[in-house]
């Protein structure tokens, strides 16, 4: 059965502090692996990953896949309150269709 | 630039009474559609999808089905809502040779 698995599904931590997402696929078919932000609504699209080792940074953001080990993490540095959500990834099955983790809900504190 | 709508935002429904939601897509063709639940803080599970007018696969048994009568709209229907029919409907389409889906504003649903 075709399953991604987050980890850990909460965290706390303090305004300024760098925390590190993870997740672990095993899909038929995998094509590329996918991270989203998801405050109030509509998850809006952070990375999308398909050659292992290869880092993609978006400002504090950061992804890396391994397609070896079969994971990938999403980094965020100095992080600020407005980072609080939930970070959802996904990974991407024969092109048509996205299997979703169940999410890592992250609180920032100030 | 292609916009993706759904409606309503929110919808209260009495157990038993039926469903449609709406979702429409503008700014391209031919897109894949899809449709999605999320329970209270937790990730998303896929419903429907379709390639194409009239082509839709389904990934659960419910009591639930969707439509494609459109190009560019997918509706979500279900003729007897259950309690457990709860939860956040999102739509998201697709460029059929990409990988990347982006979601609509979502509908809440509440079923008492």
């Known amino acids: 059965e075709d399953k991604v698995v987050q980890s850990p599904l909460s965290l706390v931590v303090h305004e300024g502090d760098t925390v590190t997402l993870n997740c672990s696929y095993e899909?038929?078919?995998?094509?590329?692996l996918l991270w989203y932000k998801q405050e109030k609504k509509a998850p809006t699209f952070l990375f999308m990953l398909?050659?292992?080792?290869i880092e993609k940074k978006s400002g504090r953001l950061s992804s890396i896949l391994d397609k070896k080990e079969l994971f990938s993490i999403l980094n965020i540095t100095a992080t600020q309150t407005g980072d609080s959500a939930i970070y959802l990834c996904a990974a991407n099955q024969g092109a048509q269709k996205l299997v979703f983790g169940q999410g890592t809900r992250l609180t920032i504190n100030p | 630039s292609q916009t993706i709508h759904q409606w309503p935002a929110t919808l209260v429904q009495p157990v038993g009474s039926p469903l449609s939601l709406e979702c429409t897509v503008e700014?391209?063709?031919?897109?894949?559609l899809y449709w999605y639940r999320q329970a209270a803080g937790r990730g998303l599970q896929l419903l429907f999808y379709s390639v194409g007018i009239g082509q839709i696969s389904s990934e659960v048994p419910q009591n639930l089905s969707a439509s494609r009568p459109q190009d560019r709209q997918f509706i979500l229907s279900s003729k007897k809502l259950l309690l457990s029919d709860s939860g956040f409907y999102l739509c998201?389409?697709?460029?059929?040779?990409?990988?990347?889906?982006?979601f609509g504003p979502g509908t809440r649903l509440t079923v008492l």
């Open positions: 998201a389409w697709q460029r059929a040779t990409y990988n990347e889906q982006f």
């Open positions: 398909t050659s292992s080792g």
């Open positions: 700014g391209t063709s031919n897109p894949n």
């Open positions: 899909v038929t078919n995998f094509r590329s």
